[in-house]
Protein backbone atom coordinates (compact mmCIF):
# COMPACT_ATOMS: atom_id res chain seq x y z
CA UNK A 1 0.00 0.00 0.00
CA UNK A 2 1.26 3.17 -0.43
CA UNK A 3 2.13 5.67 1.86
CA UNK A 4 1.02 8.46 -0.04
CA UNK A 5 -2.96 9.05 0.67
CA UNK A 6 -3.63 11.83 -1.08
CA UNK A 7 -2.16 12.64 -4.35
CA UNK A 8 -3.59 15.98 -6.35
CA UNK A 9 -1.73 16.09 -9.62
CA UNK A 10 -2.07 19.86 -11.51
CA UNK A 11 -5.76 19.84 -10.09
CA UNK A 12 -7.79 22.80 -11.47
CA UNK A 13 -11.33 23.83 -11.20
CA UNK A 14 -12.41 26.68 -14.12
CA UNK A 15 -16.18 27.81 -13.79
CA UNK A 16 -18.21 28.31 -16.87
CA UNK A 17 -17.47 31.89 -16.47
CA UNK A 18 -13.78 30.56 -17.24
CA UNK A 19 -12.46 31.57 -14.06
CA UNK A 20 -10.40 29.60 -12.04
CA UNK A 21 -11.27 28.60 -8.51
CA UNK A 22 -7.80 26.37 -8.02
CA UNK A 23 -5.44 26.09 -10.83
CA UNK A 24 -2.43 23.50 -11.20
CA UNK A 25 -2.59 22.57 -7.34
CA UNK A 26 -0.15 19.67 -6.65
CA UNK A 27 0.96 17.90 -3.09
CA UNK A 28 0.81 15.00 -1.50
CA UNK A 29 -0.39 13.73 2.09
CA UNK A 30 0.84 10.89 4.08
CA UNK A 31 -1.16 8.46 5.41
CA UNK A 32 -1.20 9.69 9.15
CA UNK A 33 -0.30 13.30 8.14
CA UNK A 34 -2.08 16.62 9.74
CA UNK A 35 -2.14 19.41 7.63
CA UNK A 36 -3.69 22.67 7.24
CA UNK A 37 -5.28 24.49 4.01
CA UNK A 38 -4.74 28.25 4.77
CA UNK A 39 -4.64 30.97 3.00
CA UNK A 40 -7.23 34.45 2.67
CA UNK A 41 -10.67 34.74 1.90
CA UNK A 42 -11.45 33.53 -1.91
CA UNK A 43 -7.94 31.82 -1.95
CA UNK A 44 -9.71 28.35 -2.56
CA UNK A 45 -9.34 26.21 0.53
CA UNK A 46 -12.95 25.22 1.06
CA UNK A 47 -13.01 24.44 -2.81
CA UNK A 48 -10.02 22.30 -2.21
CA UNK A 49 -11.60 20.51 0.57
CA UNK A 50 -14.82 19.81 -1.39
CA UNK A 51 -12.80 18.59 -3.99
CA UNK A 52 -11.14 15.95 -1.87
CA UNK A 53 -15.01 15.33 -0.31
CA UNK A 54 -16.03 14.92 -4.01
CA UNK A 55 -18.65 17.82 -3.72
CA UNK A 56 -17.02 18.89 -6.96
CA UNK A 57 -15.22 17.60 -9.83
CA UNK A 58 -12.24 18.81 -10.80
CA UNK A 59 -12.32 20.33 -14.29
CA UNK A 60 -8.24 19.47 -15.13
CA UNK A 61 -5.58 17.32 -13.46
CA UNK A 62 -6.52 14.34 -11.16
CA UNK A 63 -7.16 13.71 -7.46
CA UNK A 64 -6.38 10.22 -6.09
CA UNK A 65 -7.75 9.45 -2.69
CA UNK A 66 -6.72 5.83 -1.06
CA UNK A 67 -5.64 5.27 -4.59
CA UNK A 68 -9.03 5.67 -5.84
CA UNK A 69 -9.49 8.50 -8.99
CA UNK A 70 -12.34 11.06 -7.68
CA UNK A 71 -12.15 12.72 -11.09
CA UNK A 72 -13.74 9.17 -12.70
CA UNK A 73 -15.56 8.66 -9.34
CA UNK A 74 -19.39 8.19 -10.74
CA UNK A 75 -22.32 10.18 -9.50
CA UNK A 76 -23.83 6.88 -7.99
CA UNK A 77 -20.91 6.18 -6.46
CA UNK A 78 -20.10 9.43 -3.91
CA UNK A 79 -22.42 8.36 -1.15
CA UNK A 80 -19.92 5.04 -0.84
CA UNK A 81 -16.91 7.53 -1.10
CA UNK A 82 -18.45 10.03 1.59
CA UNK A 83 -18.17 7.06 4.01
CA UNK A 84 -14.88 6.43 3.96
CA UNK A 85 -13.99 10.36 4.35
CA UNK A 86 -15.23 12.55 7.67
CA UNK A 87 -15.99 15.94 7.28
CA UNK A 88 -16.51 18.75 10.18
CA UNK A 89 -18.10 21.61 8.75
CA UNK A 90 -17.68 25.46 9.90
CA UNK A 91 -21.55 25.49 10.84
CA UNK A 92 -21.59 22.06 12.21
CA UNK A 93 -24.09 20.96 9.84
CA UNK A 94 -26.38 18.99 12.49
CA UNK A 95 -30.25 18.25 12.31
CA UNK A 96 -31.61 20.31 15.23
CA UNK A 97 -34.79 17.78 15.58
CA UNK A 98 -32.30 14.38 16.32
CA UNK A 99 -30.57 13.90 19.48
CA UNK A 100 -26.87 14.22 19.74
CA UNK A 101 -27.14 10.27 19.76
CA UNK A 102 -29.08 10.32 17.35
CA UNK A 103 -27.26 12.77 15.72
CA UNK A 104 -23.87 10.79 15.93
CA UNK A 105 -25.46 7.86 15.44
CA UNK A 106 -26.70 8.59 11.87
CA UNK A 107 -23.69 7.73 9.44
CA UNK A 108 -23.76 3.84 11.41
CA UNK A 109 -27.67 4.17 10.69
CA UNK A 110 -26.63 4.84 7.46
CA UNK A 111 -24.92 1.83 6.81
CA UNK A 112 -27.18 -0.42 8.93
CA UNK A 113 -25.32 -1.66 11.42
CA UNK A 114 -27.11 -3.42 14.19
CA UNK A 115 -28.47 -1.45 17.17
CA UNK A 116 -26.21 -3.08 20.06
CA UNK A 117 -23.05 -2.01 17.09
CA UNK A 118 -24.35 1.34 17.16
CA UNK A 119 -24.53 2.18 20.27
CA UNK A 120 -21.31 0.68 21.32
CA UNK A 121 -19.50 3.14 19.16
CA UNK A 122 -21.47 5.82 19.64
CA UNK A 123 -21.11 5.85 23.45
CA UNK A 124 -17.34 5.34 22.69
CA UNK A 125 -16.85 8.29 20.28
CA UNK A 126 -18.85 10.52 22.89
CA UNK A 127 -16.66 9.68 25.24
CA UNK A 128 -14.08 10.54 22.99
CA UNK A 129 -15.29 14.27 22.55
CA UNK A 130 -16.46 14.32 26.26
CA UNK A 131 -20.30 14.29 25.53
CA UNK A 132 -21.25 11.15 27.31
CA UNK A 133 -23.54 12.68 29.14
CA UNK A 134 -25.35 15.15 26.66
CA UNK A 135 -26.15 12.40 24.40
CA UNK A 136 -29.93 12.64 24.80
CA UNK A 137 -29.48 16.40 24.19
CA UNK A 138 -30.70 18.55 21.66
CA UNK A 139 -28.47 20.26 19.19
CA UNK A 140 -29.78 23.54 19.88
CA UNK A 141 -29.32 23.11 23.84
CA UNK A 142 -25.80 23.32 23.67
CA UNK A 143 -22.85 25.89 23.33
CA UNK A 144 -20.93 26.42 19.97
CA UNK A 145 -18.38 24.14 21.24
CA UNK A 146 -20.04 21.14 21.73
CA UNK A 147 -21.96 21.50 19.00
CA UNK A 148 -18.58 21.20 17.36
CA UNK A 149 -17.70 18.27 19.07
CA UNK A 150 -20.86 16.49 18.35
CA UNK A 151 -20.27 17.46 14.66
CA UNK A 152 -16.72 15.95 15.12
CA UNK A 153 -18.15 12.78 16.43
CA UNK A 154 -20.56 12.31 13.50
CA UNK A 155 -17.71 12.41 10.96
CA UNK A 156 -15.24 10.17 12.67
CA UNK A 157 -17.77 7.72 13.85
CA UNK A 158 -17.33 5.77 10.78
CA UNK A 159 -13.82 5.56 11.48
CA UNK A 160 -12.64 7.59 8.03
CA UNK A 161 -9.23 6.77 7.08
CA UNK A 162 -9.35 10.65 5.83
CA UNK A 163 -10.77 13.82 8.12
CA UNK A 164 -11.49 17.33 6.46
CA UNK A 165 -12.75 19.89 8.15
CA UNK A 166 -13.36 23.56 6.85
CA UNK A 167 -12.72 26.03 9.43
CA UNK A 168 -13.65 24.04 12.36
CA UNK A 169 -12.80 26.61 14.96
CA UNK A 170 -14.14 29.92 12.32
CA UNK A 171 -17.50 30.08 15.07
CA UNK A 172 -15.62 29.49 18.63
CA UNK A 173 -13.97 31.69 21.11
CA UNK A 174 -10.10 30.86 21.84
CA UNK A 175 -10.48 28.53 24.61
CA UNK A 176 -12.95 25.94 22.59
CA UNK A 177 -11.13 26.66 19.59
CA UNK A 178 -7.87 25.19 21.42
CA UNK A 179 -10.13 22.16 22.72
CA UNK A 180 -11.05 21.48 19.73
CA UNK A 181 -7.73 21.74 18.29
CA UNK A 182 -6.07 19.24 20.57
CA UNK A 183 -9.20 16.85 19.43
CA UNK A 184 -8.36 17.02 16.17
CA UNK A 185 -4.15 16.47 17.52
CA UNK A 186 -5.93 13.01 19.42
CA UNK A 187 -7.80 11.94 16.09
CA UNK A 188 -4.48 11.81 14.17
CA UNK A 189 -2.42 10.34 16.96
CA UNK A 190 -5.01 7.61 16.54
CA UNK A 191 -3.96 7.24 13.26
CA UNK A 192 -6.38 9.30 10.96
CA UNK A 193 -4.97 11.69 8.22
CA UNK A 194 -6.32 15.25 9.08
CA UNK A 195 -6.84 18.22 6.79
CA UNK A 196 -7.92 21.33 8.47
CA UNK A 197 -8.72 24.32 5.92
CA UNK A 198 -8.45 27.59 8.45
CA UNK A 199 -6.90 31.30 7.96
CA UNK A 200 -5.73 31.22 12.45
CA UNK A 201 -2.13 31.68 11.90
CA UNK A 202 -2.60 31.77 15.86
CA UNK A 203 -4.05 28.41 16.21
CA UNK A 204 -1.46 27.21 13.83
CA UNK A 205 1.50 28.06 15.47
CA UNK A 206 -0.13 26.82 18.71
CA UNK A 207 -0.46 23.23 16.99
CA UNK A 208 2.25 23.68 14.45
CA UNK A 209 2.27 21.55 11.31
CA UNK A 210 2.45 21.29 7.73
CA UNK A 211 0.71 24.26 6.11
CA UNK A 212 0.11 24.28 2.91
CA UNK A 213 -0.95 28.11 1.34
CA UNK A 214 -3.12 29.19 -1.01
CA UNK A 215 -4.06 32.24 -2.83
CA UNK A 216 -5.94 33.16 -5.62
CA UNK A 217 -6.03 29.56 -5.99
CA UNK A 218 -2.84 28.58 -6.51
CA UNK A 219 -0.40 27.05 -3.84
CA UNK A 220 1.82 29.75 -3.22
CA UNK A 221 3.62 28.03 0.13
CA UNK A 222 4.07 24.20 1.20
CA UNK A 223 5.76 24.19 4.54
CA UNK A 224 6.07 22.92 8.33
CA UNK A 225 5.09 25.79 10.56
CA UNK A 226 8.21 25.49 13.05
CA UNK A 227 10.23 26.33 10.13
CA UNK A 228 8.60 29.75 9.89
CA UNK B 1 -32.47 4.05 5.93
CA UNK B 2 -34.12 0.70 7.85
CA UNK B 3 -38.11 1.12 6.61
CA UNK B 4 -39.00 1.53 10.25
CA UNK B 5 -36.42 4.52 10.87
CA UNK B 6 -37.56 6.00 7.80
CA UNK B 7 -41.14 5.56 9.15
CA UNK B 8 -40.05 7.22 12.21
CA UNK B 9 -38.95 9.91 10.32
CA UNK B 10 -41.77 10.30 8.47
CA UNK B 11 -43.81 10.32 11.27
CA UNK B 12 -41.48 12.99 12.81
CA UNK B 13 -42.50 14.88 9.90
CA UNK B 14 -45.60 15.10 10.37
CA UNK B 15 -45.19 16.33 13.72
CA UNK B 16 -43.42 19.01 12.92
CA UNK B 17 -45.50 20.30 9.64
CA UNK B 18 -48.75 19.06 10.75
CA UNK B 19 -50.44 21.68 8.27
CA UNK B 20 -48.86 20.87 5.48
CA UNK B 21 -49.39 17.45 5.81
CA UNK B 22 -53.28 18.40 7.19
CA UNK B 23 -53.31 20.28 3.91
CA UNK B 24 -51.58 17.49 1.60
CA UNK B 25 -54.16 14.73 2.66
CA UNK B 26 -57.55 17.45 2.47
CA UNK B 27 -56.44 18.21 -1.36
CA UNK B 28 -56.03 13.69 -1.79
CA UNK B 29 -59.27 13.81 0.55
CA UNK B 30 -61.32 16.18 -2.40
CA UNK B 31 -59.65 14.59 -4.78
CA UNK B 32 -61.17 10.96 -3.97
CA UNK B 33 -64.31 12.73 -3.19
CA UNK B 34 -64.73 13.85 -6.51
CA UNK B 35 -63.54 9.98 -7.77
CA UNK B 36 -65.64 8.01 -4.97
CA UNK B 37 -68.79 10.61 -5.96
CA UNK B 38 -68.42 9.60 -9.50
CA UNK B 39 -67.97 5.46 -8.64
CA UNK B 40 -71.07 6.25 -5.87
CA UNK B 41 -73.43 7.84 -8.91
CA UNK B 42 -72.26 5.27 -11.41
CA UNK B 43 -72.34 2.03 -9.46
CA UNK B 44 -76.10 3.03 -8.56
CA UNK B 45 -76.93 4.24 -12.25
CA UNK B 46 -75.76 1.26 -13.08
CA UNK B 47 -78.00 -0.83 -10.20
CA UNK B 48 -81.14 1.66 -10.92
CA UNK B 49 -80.76 0.86 -14.68
CA UNK B 50 -80.84 -2.96 -13.71
CA UNK B 51 -83.64 -2.81 -11.46
CA UNK B 52 -86.21 -0.57 -13.37
CA UNK B 53 -85.47 -1.91 -16.95
CA UNK B 54 -88.50 -3.92 -18.31
CA UNK B 55 -87.04 -6.95 -20.10
CA UNK B 56 -86.37 -6.59 -23.68
CA UNK B 57 -89.01 -7.89 -26.13
CA UNK B 58 -90.07 -8.42 -29.71
CA UNK B 59 -93.46 -9.01 -31.62
CA UNK B 60 -93.54 -10.64 -34.91
CA UNK B 61 -96.77 -10.53 -35.84
CA UNK B 62 -97.38 -13.79 -38.03
CA UNK B 63 -99.47 -14.12 -41.21
CA UNK B 64 -103.28 -15.77 -41.32
CA UNK B 65 -104.00 -19.31 -41.50
CA UNK B 66 -100.39 -20.91 -39.99
CA UNK B 67 -101.02 -24.22 -38.93
CA UNK B 68 -99.98 -25.98 -35.46
CA UNK B 69 -96.42 -27.28 -36.68
CA UNK B 70 -95.85 -24.15 -38.62
CA UNK B 71 -96.02 -21.93 -35.57
CA UNK B 72 -94.17 -25.18 -33.75
CA UNK B 73 -90.99 -25.03 -36.65
CA UNK B 74 -91.00 -20.82 -36.12
CA UNK B 75 -90.52 -21.15 -32.14
CA UNK B 76 -87.91 -23.34 -32.58
CA UNK B 77 -86.24 -21.42 -35.22
CA UNK B 78 -86.49 -18.45 -33.39
CA UNK B 79 -85.28 -20.26 -29.96
CA UNK B 80 -82.18 -21.06 -31.99
CA UNK B 81 -81.43 -17.24 -32.59
CA UNK B 82 -78.48 -15.58 -30.97
CA UNK B 83 -79.74 -13.72 -27.60
CA UNK B 84 -83.14 -15.06 -27.42
CA UNK B 85 -83.81 -16.42 -24.55
CA UNK B 86 -87.70 -17.15 -24.71
CA UNK B 87 -90.54 -17.19 -27.18
CA UNK B 88 -94.21 -17.26 -26.96
CA UNK B 89 -97.11 -17.67 -29.07
CA UNK B 90 -100.29 -15.53 -28.42
CA UNK B 91 -102.96 -16.78 -30.91
CA UNK B 92 -105.06 -13.54 -32.00
CA UNK B 93 -108.53 -14.07 -29.12
CA UNK B 94 -105.21 -14.04 -26.60
CA UNK B 95 -104.17 -10.42 -27.68
CA UNK B 96 -107.94 -9.26 -27.62
CA UNK B 97 -108.80 -10.35 -24.69
CA UNK B 98 -105.06 -8.93 -22.91
CA UNK B 99 -105.85 -6.00 -24.94
CA UNK B 100 -109.71 -5.94 -23.00
CA UNK B 101 -107.88 -6.49 -19.38
CA UNK B 102 -105.53 -3.62 -20.54
CA UNK B 103 -107.85 -0.92 -21.20
CA UNK B 104 -110.79 -2.36 -18.28
CA UNK B 105 -114.17 -1.43 -18.47
CA UNK B 106 -113.30 1.33 -21.71
CA UNK B 107 -112.41 -1.65 -23.67
CA UNK B 108 -115.27 -3.43 -23.67
CA UNK B 109 -117.61 -1.30 -25.19
CA UNK B 110 -115.46 -0.03 -28.60
CA UNK B 111 -112.91 -2.69 -29.26
CA UNK B 112 -112.93 -4.58 -32.48
CA UNK B 113 -113.52 -8.33 -32.82
CA UNK B 114 -110.50 -10.83 -32.95
CA UNK B 115 -110.45 -11.03 -36.55
CA UNK B 116 -108.94 -7.86 -36.93
CA UNK B 117 -105.52 -8.61 -35.16
CA UNK B 118 -102.99 -11.04 -36.08
CA UNK B 119 -101.45 -14.21 -34.30
CA UNK B 120 -97.98 -13.14 -32.64
CA UNK B 121 -94.73 -14.52 -31.45
CA UNK B 122 -93.34 -12.86 -28.15
CA UNK B 123 -89.73 -12.77 -28.16
CA UNK B 124 -87.42 -12.03 -25.18
CA UNK B 125 -83.94 -11.32 -25.53
CA UNK B 126 -80.98 -11.69 -23.79
CA UNK B 127 -80.74 -7.85 -20.91
CA UNK B 128 -77.02 -7.51 -22.32
CA UNK B 129 -77.90 -8.05 -25.84
CA UNK B 130 -76.88 -4.79 -27.66
CA UNK B 131 -78.91 -2.33 -30.03
CA UNK B 132 -77.12 -3.37 -33.41
CA UNK B 133 -77.55 -7.32 -32.37
CA UNK B 134 -80.89 -6.47 -32.21
CA UNK B 135 -80.98 -5.02 -35.56
CA UNK B 136 -79.73 -8.27 -36.49
CA UNK B 137 -82.73 -10.39 -34.92
CA UNK B 138 -85.02 -7.80 -36.86
CA UNK B 139 -83.77 -8.18 -39.64
CA UNK B 140 -83.31 -12.02 -39.87
CA UNK B 141 -87.02 -12.46 -38.38
CA UNK B 142 -88.53 -10.23 -40.94
CA UNK B 143 -87.57 -12.28 -43.31
CA UNK B 144 -88.97 -15.23 -42.63
CA UNK B 145 -91.77 -16.30 -44.88
CA UNK B 146 -94.75 -16.67 -42.33
CA UNK B 147 -93.89 -13.15 -40.68
CA UNK B 148 -95.46 -10.11 -41.81
CA UNK B 149 -93.87 -7.49 -39.49
CA UNK B 150 -91.49 -7.18 -36.51
CA UNK B 151 -91.20 -4.85 -33.90
CA UNK B 152 -89.23 -4.29 -31.15
CA UNK B 153 -89.32 -1.32 -28.85
CA UNK B 154 -85.72 -0.96 -28.29
CA UNK B 155 -85.50 2.37 -28.44
CA UNK B 156 -85.15 2.86 -24.82
CA UNK B 157 -82.06 0.52 -24.63
CA UNK B 158 -80.08 2.15 -27.58
CA UNK B 159 -80.20 5.78 -25.20
CA UNK B 160 -79.83 3.72 -22.08
CA UNK B 161 -76.46 1.98 -23.90
CA UNK B 162 -75.53 5.55 -25.13
CA UNK B 163 -76.03 7.57 -21.75
CA UNK B 164 -74.37 4.57 -20.02
CA UNK B 165 -71.35 5.56 -22.72
CA UNK B 166 -71.24 8.97 -22.31
CA UNK B 167 -70.90 8.47 -18.21
CA UNK B 168 -68.57 6.63 -18.12
CA UNK B 169 -66.40 8.51 -20.50
CA UNK B 170 -67.04 11.45 -18.77
CA UNK B 171 -66.32 9.82 -15.43
CA UNK B 172 -62.71 8.61 -17.20
CA UNK B 173 -61.84 12.09 -18.17
CA UNK B 174 -62.57 13.82 -14.76
CA UNK B 175 -60.73 11.18 -13.25
CA UNK B 176 -57.69 11.90 -15.60
CA UNK B 177 -57.82 15.67 -14.73
CA UNK B 178 -58.33 15.16 -10.89
CA UNK B 179 -55.65 12.73 -10.49
CA UNK B 180 -53.34 14.68 -12.61
CA UNK B 181 -54.52 18.03 -10.87
CA UNK B 182 -53.53 16.81 -7.34
CA UNK B 183 -50.74 15.11 -7.96
CA UNK B 184 -49.66 18.56 -9.28
CA UNK B 185 -50.82 20.08 -5.62
CA UNK B 186 -49.58 17.79 -4.40
CA UNK B 187 -46.26 17.96 -5.59
CA UNK B 188 -46.27 21.63 -4.75
CA UNK B 189 -47.26 20.86 -1.34
CA UNK B 190 -44.41 18.20 -0.81
CA UNK B 191 -42.25 20.56 -2.78
CA UNK B 192 -42.69 23.06 -0.17
CA UNK B 193 -41.96 20.22 2.78
CA UNK B 194 -39.06 19.42 0.64
CA UNK B 195 -37.39 22.93 0.67
CA UNK B 196 -38.18 23.26 4.48
CA UNK B 197 -36.38 19.87 4.73
CA UNK B 198 -33.49 20.43 1.87
CA UNK B 199 -30.85 21.06 4.75
CA UNK B 200 -31.93 17.60 6.20
CA UNK B 201 -30.97 16.28 3.00
CA UNK B 202 -28.34 17.61 2.00
CA UNK B 203 -26.69 16.57 5.58
CA UNK B 204 -27.41 13.32 5.07
CA UNK B 205 -26.13 13.25 1.99
CA UNK B 206 -23.07 14.41 2.55
CA UNK B 207 -22.45 11.80 5.02
CA UNK B 208 -22.82 9.17 3.12
CA UNK B 209 -26.61 8.52 2.50
CA UNK B 210 -27.74 6.60 -0.56
CA UNK B 211 -30.76 7.16 -2.32
CA UNK B 212 -32.75 4.78 -0.77
CA UNK B 213 -32.43 6.72 2.62
CA UNK B 214 -33.45 9.78 1.07
CA UNK B 215 -36.50 8.57 -0.55
CA UNK B 216 -37.95 6.35 2.18
CA UNK B 217 -39.47 8.90 4.53
CA UNK B 218 -40.99 10.09 1.20
CA UNK B 219 -42.36 7.20 0.25
CA UNK B 220 -43.76 6.36 3.97
CA UNK B 221 -45.19 9.93 3.73
CA UNK B 222 -46.98 9.13 0.49
CA UNK B 223 -48.48 5.87 2.07
CA UNK B 224 -49.50 7.25 4.82
CA UNK B 225 -51.11 10.62 3.21
CA UNK B 226 -52.45 8.50 0.62
CA UNK B 227 -54.52 5.61 3.02
CA UNK B 228 -55.81 9.12 5.39
CA UNK B 229 -56.93 10.61 2.59
CA UNK B 230 -59.09 7.76 1.06
CA UNK B 231 -60.55 6.98 4.65
CA UNK B 232 -61.52 10.41 4.85
CA UNK B 233 -62.97 10.43 1.92
CA UNK B 234 -64.63 7.72 2.09
CA UNK B 235 -66.01 8.66 5.57
CA UNK B 236 -67.66 11.20 3.49
CA UNK B 237 -69.12 9.58 0.56
CA UNK B 238 -70.80 7.25 3.35
CA UNK B 239 -72.38 9.93 5.08
CA UNK B 240 -73.32 11.53 1.02
CA UNK B 241 -74.69 7.86 0.67
CA UNK B 242 -77.10 7.94 3.91
CA UNK B 243 -77.84 11.48 3.21
CA UNK B 244 -78.99 10.48 -0.37
CA UNK B 245 -80.34 7.10 0.99
CA UNK B 246 -82.49 9.24 3.35
CA UNK B 247 -83.82 11.61 0.58
CA UNK B 248 -84.79 8.81 -1.74
CA UNK B 249 -86.76 7.21 0.73
CA UNK B 250 -88.35 10.28 2.26
CA UNK B 251 -89.38 11.65 -1.43
CA UNK B 252 -88.71 9.91 -4.54
CA UNK B 253 -89.04 6.30 -3.08
CA UNK B 254 -92.22 5.86 -5.48
CA UNK B 255 -90.54 7.51 -8.68
CA UNK B 256 -87.63 5.08 -8.05
CA UNK B 257 -89.68 2.33 -7.25
CA UNK B 258 -88.09 1.79 -3.44
CA UNK B 259 -84.61 1.37 -4.59
CA UNK B 260 -82.40 1.40 -1.81
CA UNK B 261 -79.30 3.26 -2.70
CA UNK B 262 -75.81 1.21 -2.52
CA UNK B 263 -72.41 2.24 -1.36
CA UNK B 264 -69.13 1.77 -3.27
CA UNK B 265 -68.27 -1.92 -4.00
CA UNK B 266 -65.32 -3.61 -2.71
CA UNK B 267 -63.43 -3.16 -5.79
CA UNK B 268 -64.19 0.71 -6.02
CA UNK B 269 -63.19 0.89 -2.23
CA UNK B 270 -59.93 -0.33 -2.98
CA UNK B 271 -59.11 1.62 -6.17
CA UNK B 272 -60.26 4.54 -3.93
CA UNK B 273 -57.24 3.71 -1.50
CA UNK B 274 -54.87 2.72 -4.82
CA UNK B 275 -55.88 6.20 -6.75
CA UNK B 276 -55.33 7.71 -3.05
CA UNK B 277 -51.84 5.97 -2.49
CA UNK B 278 -50.52 6.64 -6.01
CA UNK B 279 -51.32 10.42 -6.31
CA UNK B 280 -49.54 11.30 -2.93
CA UNK B 281 -46.56 8.54 -4.51
CA UNK B 282 -46.70 10.57 -7.68
CA UNK B 283 -46.56 13.89 -5.56
CA UNK B 284 -43.16 12.83 -3.63
CA UNK B 285 -41.43 10.84 -5.65
CA UNK B 286 -42.11 14.02 -8.80
CA UNK B 287 -40.71 16.40 -6.36
CA UNK B 288 -37.52 14.02 -5.30
CA UNK B 289 -36.73 13.80 -9.04
CA UNK B 290 -36.82 17.44 -9.11
CA UNK B 291 -34.57 18.09 -6.49
CA UNK B 292 -32.55 14.86 -7.11
CA UNK B 293 -29.81 16.82 -9.49
CA UNK B 294 -29.21 19.35 -7.07
CA UNK B 295 -28.64 16.82 -4.29
CA UNK B 296 -26.26 13.34 -5.99
Not at chain 1, 93 to 113: A, F, G, H, Q, W
Not at chain 2, 200 to 208: A, D, K, M, T, Y
Request: charged share 20%; net charge neutral.
Amino acid sequence: MSANLVRLNRVGLRYATDRYALQSISFDLQRGEFAYITGNNGAGKTTLLKLLFAMEKASEGNILVNNKDLSSLAKGKVFQYRREVGFVFQDFKLLPDLTVYDNVSLPLEIRKMTPSEVDYRVRGVLSLVGLADRARDYPLTLSGGEQQRVAIARSIIGKPFLLLADEPTGNLDADTAREIMSLFLEINEMGTTVVIATHDKALMEEFPSRVIELNKGRVIADRRMMDV
Amino acid sequence: MSKYKGLRYSFSDFKRQPWLHIVSISTITIALVIIGGFFLCYRNFEKLAEKTSPQITGTAYLKEALTTPQIQALRERLLSLENVQRVSFKSKDNVVEELQSFLGSAGSIGLPGSELFPDIIEMEVKKETSPEKIQIIKGIVSRFPVVAEVDFSDDWLSQYKKISQIIKLVGLIIMGFVIVGCSFLIANFMGMRHQSRRNEIEIVNLIGADRNFILAPYIWEGIIEGISGATVALGILLFIKLFLASLISGHWSTFLGGYTWSYLSVTQVMAVYVIGVTMALLGGVTVFLRFQEDTF
